[in-house]
C-alpha cells in the first residue's frame, strides 16, 4: 500500500537521487550522430548563506528544457559550477584568519547538497569551480593569449567564404611586430591608445627592450596603463563600477575615491562595433540589448581643437552635433582633465582644486545618471571659437567623463538639456541657433529643423550643418569627422588576495610571460589577507614567491617544433586544407621534391610561426615559397613574413607560379643547389619539461584577475572539463559549439554577459573557436521575492537621570492596526500605565514614558504564521527581545515581566506588518528550500516555483499556495493507485473522451514549453488530473504517455511511476509523447441561439448536422417557441459552428 504522504515523498526523492547518481545517467558525451542541445544557468557564487527558494527559479526553468529535450532526442549538455571568487569570501577571510578555499569549498558542498536534493538534472561529472588551479590555469592561458595580441582593423575574416573584411581582428602580437620592423605604425590601423605616438621603422629598430615593450602596451589587448579607478582605502581594493554606490562601496559602506593607478587592463574597445551589430544575430530580451547598446553608446560626430587665450596648450573636443557650435558659449572639462591644474588661475585654484576632489568620490556611473544635479568650478581660463573667434569660458564638471571622448565638452544650453540647467544654474549665456520655440527657458533639442544665427551654415538642415562642419574643421586642420563609443576599456587588476594570479613577471620593470609548462601560478600562502601597510595588495604578503625563468634556446636549436604551440591546432587545419587546394605550381613542385627525390626531406604547407610555408626543409632551414596571383597583391605580407622566417633560422627562396609552369627544370635546379650548400643542423626537439630552471627569480605580478575573469569563457570549460593539454579540445569544442538556452539575470547586462560576448570573438579572431557568439538565446528570470515581516517597537524616552540610574530599558512592541493611532494621538492612559510598570519592573524605580517615535523591524519570517508573531519563540529568537512586552491587537497587554495581578494578560494576537522585498538574509525573509522539501518534496517545489507566474515576471513567495500544488500531485498519484493506496492501472483502451484530454494536454504542454510559459502548463496539468479523476480514468495508454509529460516538472514522481509501469530504464530514454489533432477535433457545438439580435437560450447540434435541420430543431424549442409566441418567423440565420439568429 502506498500513500502520497511525506514519508513515502522522502523516500521516493531519495531513492531516486541515489539512483541517478549511482548509475550517472546525466553524463553525456559528444554523439556527432544526434542534435546537441546546450543549456547553461549563470552559474552561482557560492555564499555563506546557501540557496533560498529565489536561487532555484530560473535552474527548476533550464532543468525542465534539459528533460524535455532528451526526451525529443537531443544530446544534452547541462552543467554546473560555482563562479568561487570573490571579495566575499576575502573580506571574511580578513575578519576571521580563515583561509578563503576553506569557506569556500564549505559553501560549495551547501549548495551542491541542496541541488541535488532538488533533482537536477546536472551532469556533475563536468562540474567547473573557477577557483580550482587546474580551472584557472585556462584563464591565465587566455589571459596570454590575449597579452600577445592585438586587434588590427585592416584584418580579413577568413572565416566567410569571400574572405570579407569585416571591422577586423585580434592577431598575434608577433604580426604587429613584422610590421613595426617592415615600416612603422604609419600605415597600421589598430585599436589602441589615443596618445599612441608616431613612428618609423628606424626608430623601433632602436627602441631598446623596454622602450619596446612600452610602444607594444599601446596595441596590446591584454595590458597595462594608467587608469582612473574606484579606489576603496578600506577594503584596500579597485571596485568596479558596479560595486560602487553613492560614492561608497557596496559592500560594507567604506568611501571610494577616483585616483589614477598603473592597471591591467582589457582593450574590450576594440571589439565595440562587433559587440554592437552582434546584438541583432542573437535572441535577448531587447530591454537587456538596449542596456548594452547604450552601454557601449555608438556616436558619430567631429573631434576639432579650440585654442586656450595666452597658452599654448589647446583643448580637443568631440561633439555629435557640431551643427550647433555657434551656440557653444563655454567649454566644460572633466575634472580629472590632464589641463585642469595648468589652465586654471590663481584666482580660481582653491575652488577648483575642492571641486576635483569632491568629484573624485563619485563614481563615473553615478555621474552618468543624476542628470539633474549640477555642480561645477570656473577655471578662469578662456578657449577661442575656432567658427567665430568669440572668447567663451572653460569650466570643470562630474557630469563630464574624462574616459569619453576628449574629456571636455562644448556647452550648447541653447540645445542641450543639461548644458542649459548648467548655464542657468551659474547664469552663463544662451543663444539658440537651431529654428524653433525660445530657449530661454529650456533646451530645445531637435535633428530636424533650420540652423540660424550661425554664418555659413545659416538656412541649413542639421544633418547638411554637421557635414558642412566636419568639411570647415578638415578644410582648417583643426579637426575631423569621428566616430565614438562611450565604453571604456575594462579595468583587469584588483588589489586583492582571493582571485587569479597573473601569469606575469617583470624583469628590469618589463612584464614578461611566464612559460606554458609552468601554469598555472597558484596563490601562494600569506598570513593575513590585508593590504601591506605601505598600500600593496595582498600577494607583497607572499615570501620567496617569484619567477625562475627556463633558458631559451636559439633558432638553431629549434628542431622540428616550428609551430607557434597556441595556434598549433588552427594551423594544422588550415595546412590540411591547402593541401587539398593546391595551384598547379605547388601540386608540380611538390611532384619534384616528395620522399626526399632531392636527397632532403622536404615537407608542404609546414606551419613555422604563425605562418605556413608552401615547402620547407628543416634539416637545412630553408623555405620554398611559390608566389600566385593572391601573392603578388600582397607583397608587403610576403615581406614580412620573409623577415619574420630569417629571425627564426629560415632561408627563403622563392619562385613566380609562371617560372614554376614555364621552366620548371632550372626551378629544381636552384631548390636542389639550395639544400645541397645550406648546412644542416643538428635535429633536436627539446620538450618543455627537458629545460632547465633559471638561476635568478623575478618577482611576480602582485594583483590579482577581477571576479568575471573566470566566468567569462566557463562554457567551454564544460565542453571538456578534464582536459590537461587545451581549455577544451577542438573536437569536443567544433560539436557543442555555444550556448542554446542561457538563464540568468538582467543585472549582469553591462558586466559579465558584455565581457563573455568580447572574450568570446577574441578567441573566435585567435582561431580557438568557431562561435562569434557565447549564448543563441538568453532569458532573463524574475525574481522570487520574499515577504518580509514587521514588529513595531516604541521609541520610549523615560525620565530620568542617567548618571545616578543605570537603567534597563524595555522593548515594547505595538500591533499594527494601533500604528497610525498613536502616531495621531499619542498613547491612551492604559498604555502609558503599562508602560510604567514595565520599566518599575526591571528598574524598581517609577518615572514617565514618553513617545518619541515607532520603529519598524524586520523579524524572521519563520517567526510569524500568516500575519501573527509567535511571541515565545520571539522572545527566545534574540537575547535582547527576552523580556519584550507586547500591546496586542486587541488593545490588551502581553509581558513576562510584570505580576499577573497588575494587569490582565489575556493573549490575544500580535499582528505584523508586511511588504514584499528583496529576499535576503539582513531582512530576514529569505525562505529556505531544505524546509519546502521537507514538508512537501521537492517535485512540490518544483512546479510550485514554476505555479507562480510568468518565468520573466518577479513575483513574491507566498507559501499558503503551496498545499494545492502538493494536492495535485497526490491527486496525479491516486490515478494510479486506489483508495487503499494499492497499485491499480487497468489495460483497457481509452475512449476518445479520454484520449480528446490527454491530446490536449500534450499539445498545450509542448507548446508552453517550447514558450517558456510554465506557469499555464502547470494549470494545464491541474485542469487534465481534474477532469481524468472525474472520470475515474486509470488506464494505462492514457496515463503512460502522461506521465512522461510531467516528467520534466516532476521527475522524482515520475520516476516512481514510470519504474511501477514496468520499465526498467529511467524515463529519461522515453520519447516524449507526440499529440494527434485528430483527437482535438469537436464533434458538436453548444450553438448560442438569438432572437432579434439577444441571446435568449442555447443549443447543441453536431457539427456536420445540415442547417435545415438546426432550423427545424430550433423553432420546434420550447423556450424559442415562448419567445417568438407562436409566430412565424422572417428568417432565420445558421451560421454553422457559430449562431443561430431567429428574426421576428
Keep these: 500500500m502506498a500513500e502520497y504522504s511525506k514519508e513515502e515523498i522522502r523516500r521516493i526523492e531519495q531513492k531516486w537521487q541515489d539512483k541517478w547518481e549511482k548509475e550517472g545517467v546525466y553524463r553525456v558525451e559528444t554523439d556527432p550522430s544526434r542534435p546537441k542541445y546546450y543549456v547553461l544557468d549563470m552559474f552561482p557564487y557560492p555564499s555563506g548563506a546557501g540557496l533560498h527558494v529565489g536561487h532555484p527559479l530560473g535552474y527548476i526553468a533550464t532543468d525542465i528544457v534539459s528533460r524535455y529535450k532528451r526526451l525529443k532526442g537531443f544530446n544534452v549538455l547541462h552543467p554546473m559550477g560555482f563562479d568561487a571568487f570573490g571579495l566575499p569570501a576575502e573580506q571574511y577571510a580578513i575578519q576571521t584568519g580563515q583561509h578563503p578555499a576553506v569557506t569556500t569549498a564549505k559553501n560549495i558542498e551547501t549548495y551542491k547538497r541542496q541541488l541535488r536534493k532538488i533533482g537536477f538534472s546536472y551532469d556533475w561529472s563536468r562540474e567547473v569551480q573557477t577557483c580550482d588551479p587546474a580551472y584557472y590555469k585556462w584563464t591565465q592561458w587566455i589571459f596570454m593569449q590575449l597579452f600577445n595580441a592585438w586587434y588590427n582593423k585592416k584584418s580579413i575574416d577568413k572565416s566567410t567564404i569571400d574572405h570579407r573584411p569585416f571591422d577586423g581582428k585580434t592577431e598575434h602580437i608577433n604580426t604587429l611586430i613584422a610590421e613595426l620592423e617592415k615600416g612603422g605604425n604609419q600605415n597600421i590601423d589598430a585599436a589602441c591608445d589615443d596618445e599612441t605616438p608616431i613612428i618609423t621603422a628606424d626608430q623601433w629598430k632602436n627602441f631598446n627592450e623596454k622602450e619596446k615593450e612600452n610602444f607594444l602596451q599601446h596595441y596590446r589587448i591584454a595590458y597595462q596603463s594608467e587608469t582612473m579607478v574606484n579606489w576603496c582605502a578600506a577594503l584596500g581594493t579597485v571596485l568596479s563600477n558596479d560595486e560602487v554606490k553613492d560614492g561608497v562601496s557596496e559592500r560594507g559602506g567604506y568611501p571610494v575615491e577616483r585616483i589614477k593607478m598603473l592597471q591591467w587592463s582589457m582593450r574590450i574597445s576594440a571589439y565595440a562595433e562587433r559587440l554592437l551589430t552582434g546584438l541583432d544575430k542573437i535572441d535577448w530580451p531587447e530591454p537587456l540589448k538596449e542596456m548594452q547598446r547604450n552601454w557601449i553608446g555608438k556616436s558619430k560626430g567631429a573631434q576639432l581643437e579650440f585654442n586656450i587665450q595666452d597658452s599654448e596648450f589647446k583643448i580637443e573636443v568631440f561633439t555629435t552635433r557640431i551643427d550647433t557650435i555657434f551656440g557653444a558659449t563655454f567649454l566644460v572639462l572633466a575634472p580629472e582633465h590632464e589641463l585642469v591644474d595648468q589652465i586654471t588661475t590663481g584666482e580660481q585654484r582653491s575652488a577648483v582644486t575642492d571641486y576635483v576632489q569632491v568629484a573624485k568620490n563619485r563614481s563615473e556611473r553615478e555621474r552618468m545618471t543624476e542628470v539633474k544635479r549640477v555642480s561645477g568650478a570656473f577655471t578662469g581660463a578662456y578657449a577661442i571659437n575656432p567658427f567665430n573667434n568669440e572668447r567663451i569660458p572653460i569650466w570643470i564638471s562630474d557630469y563630464v567623463l574624462a574616459g569619453y571622448g576628449t574629456g571636455a565638452v562644448m556647452a550648447v544650453p541653447g540645445h542641450d538639456e543639461r548644458d542649459h540647467r548648467f548655464a542657468k544654474h551659474f547664469k552663463l549665456p544662451i543663444v539658440q541657433v537651431v529654428e524653433g520655440p525660445s530657449v530661454e527657458e529650456e533646451a530645445f533639442v531637435s535633428w530636424d529643423a533650420k540652423i540660424i544665427n550661425s554664418d555659413f551654415m545659416n538656412g541649413l538642415t542639421v544633418d547638411e550643418a554637421i557635414e558642412a562642419g566636419i568639411t570647415f574643421v578638415e578644410e582648417k586642420g583643426i579637426g575631423k569627422g569621428k566616430v565614438n563609443y562611450r565604453m571604456r576599456d575594462a579595468i583587469f587588476g584588483r588589489q586583492r588576495y582571493w582571485g587569479e594570479p597573473f601569469p606575469v613577471y617583470f624583469k628590469d620593470g618589463i612584464p614578461k610571460l611566464v612559460e606554458e609548462k609552468d601554469l598555472p601560478v597558484t596563490l601562494p600562502e600569506i598570513d593575513e589577507y590585508k593590504p601591506t601597510e605601505t598600500g600593496e595588495p595582498p600577494l607583497a604578503r607572499a615570501k620567496n614567491w617569484g619567477y625562475r625563468p627556463h633558458p631559451n634556446p636559439s633558432p638553431g636549436e629549434r628542431g622540428y617544433e616550428t609551430s607557434e604551440k597556441n595556434y598549433w591546432h588552427l594551423l594544422k587545419e588550415f595546412s590540411k586544407e591547402n593541401r587539398k587546394n593546391q595551384t598547379e605550381a605547388e601540386a608540380i613542385i611538390w611532384n619534384q621534391v616528395r620522399n626526399s627525390k632531392l636527397g632532403h626531406k622536404v615537407r608542404r604547407q609546414h606551419a613555422i610561426g604563425i605562418f605556413i610555408a608552401d615547402f620547407v626543409c628543416l634539416d637545412k632551414r630553408i623555405v620554398i615559397e611559390v608566389d600566385g596571383d593572391y601573392h603578388n597583391q600582397t607583397k608587403e605580407y610576403d615581406q614580412a613574413r620573409t623577415e619574420f622566417l630569417n629571425s627564426e633560422g629560415f632561408s627563403v627562396i622563392r619562385f613566380t607560379n609562371n617560372e614554376v609552369l614555364s621552366n620548371l627544370q632550372d626551378v629544381i635546379s636552384s631548390i636542389k643547389t639550395s639544400l645541397d650548400n645550406a648546412p644542416s643542423i643538428t635535429r633536436t626537439s627539446p620538450s618543455p619539461t627537458e629545460k632547465g630552471q633559471g638561476d635568478e627569480a623575478y618577482p611576480y605580478e602582485l594583483t590579482t584577475m577581477p571576479g568575471w575573469a573566470g566566468s567569462s569563457w566557463y562554457w567551454f570549460r564544460y565542453m571538456d572539463p578534464k582536459n590537461e593539454t587545451a581549455f577544451a579540445d577542438k573536437k569536443e569544442i567544433d560539436y557543442w559549439q555555444d550556448v542554446d538556452l542561457y538563464m540568468g539575470g538582467s543585472e549582469h547586462a ?62 515594547v512592541f505595538v500591533s499594527k492596526n494601533h500604528i497610525e493611532r498613536i502616531r495621531n494621538e499619542g498613547l491612551n492612559d492604559a498604555e502609558i500605565d503599562f508602560l510604567q510598570k514595565v520599566y518599575e519592573a526591571l528598574n524598581n524605580i517609577s518615572t514617565t514614558p514618553l513617545l518619541t517615535g515607532i520603529s519598524e523591524i524586520h523579524v524572521d519570517v519563520n517567526l510569524v504564521n500568516g500575519e501573527e508573531l509567535d511571541l515565545q519563540r520571539f522572545r527566545s529568537w534574540r537575547k535582547e527581545y527576552e523580556n519584550s512586552s507586547f500591546i496586542m491587537d486587541s488593545g490588551d497587554f502581553n509581558s513576562t515581566i510584570i505580576p499577573f495581578k497588575d494587569f490582565k494578560d489575556i493573549g490575544y494576537s500580535y499582528i505584523c506588518g508586511s511588504e514584499v522585498e528583496k529576499m535576503s538574509k539582513s531582512k530576514h525573509n529569505v525562505v529556505n528550500p531544505d524546509d519546502i522539501i521537507a514538508s512537501y518534496g521537492a517535485d512540490t517545489l518544483r512546479l510550485y516555483e514554476m505555479f507562480l507566474g510568468p518565468l520573466e515576471l518577479s513575483k513574491p513567495w507566498n507559501t499558503n499556495g503551496i498545499d ?50 510554465f506557469n499555464t502548463t502547470v494549470s494545464e496539468f491541474m485542469i487534465c488530473v481534474n477532469e481524468l479523476s472525474a472520470l475515474k480514468c486509470n488506464k494505462k495508454g492514457l496515463l503512460e504517455p502522461l506521465v512522461i509529460a510531467l516528467s520534466p516538472y516532476a521527475p522524482h514522481l515520475a520516476e516512481e511511476l514510470w519504474e511501477k509501469l514496468g520499465y526498467a530504464n529511467s524515463i529519461l530514454h522515453a520519447k516524449f509523447p507526440a499529440w494527434n489533432e485528430e483527437y482535438l477535433k ?41 419567445w417568438t409566441e407562436g409566430k412565424p418567423p422572417k428568417k432565420v440565420i445558421v451560421v454553422p459552428g457559430k449562431i443561430v439568429n431567429v428574426v421576428i
Excluded at 762 to 789: C, M, R, T, W
Aim: aromatic share 12%; net charge neutral; hydrophobic share 40%.
Design 964 to 1013: 494545492g500544488v502538493f494536492k495535485f500531485l497526490r491527486k496525479f498519484w491516486n490515478l494510479f493507485h486506489d483508495a487503499q493506496g494499492n497499485w491499480n492501472v487497468s489495460d483497457a483502451e481509452p475512449t476518445r473522451d479520454e484520449l480528446k484530454i490527454l491530446h490536449k494536454t500534450l499539445k498545450k504542454v509542448e507548446q508552453d514549453i517550447n514558450n517558456f510559459s
Design 1082 to 1122: 469537436e464533434s458538436s457545438f453548444e450553438y448560442p441561439i438569438s432572437i432579434n439580435g439577444k441571446v435568449r437560450t442555447k443549443m447543441e447540434f453536431a457539427l456536420d448536422m445540415p442547417k435545415d435541420d438546426i432550423e427545424k430543431m430550433v423553432l420546434a424549442s420550447e423556450i424559442v417557441t415562448k
Design 750 to 811: 553591462t558586466g559579465h554577459l558584455l565581457y563573455s560576448r568580447f572574450w568570446c570573438k577574441a578567441l573566435k579572431d585567435l582561431g580557438y573557436v568557431s562561435a562569434e557568439e557565447p549564448f543563441k538565446k538568453l532569458i532573463n528570470q524574475g525574481h522570487i521575492q520574499g515577504v518580509s515581516k514587521f514588529v513595531y517597537r516604541l521609541n520610549i524616552d523615560y525620565l530620568i537621570d542617567l548618571e545616578v540610574h543605570n537603567d534597563k530599558f524595555p522593548e
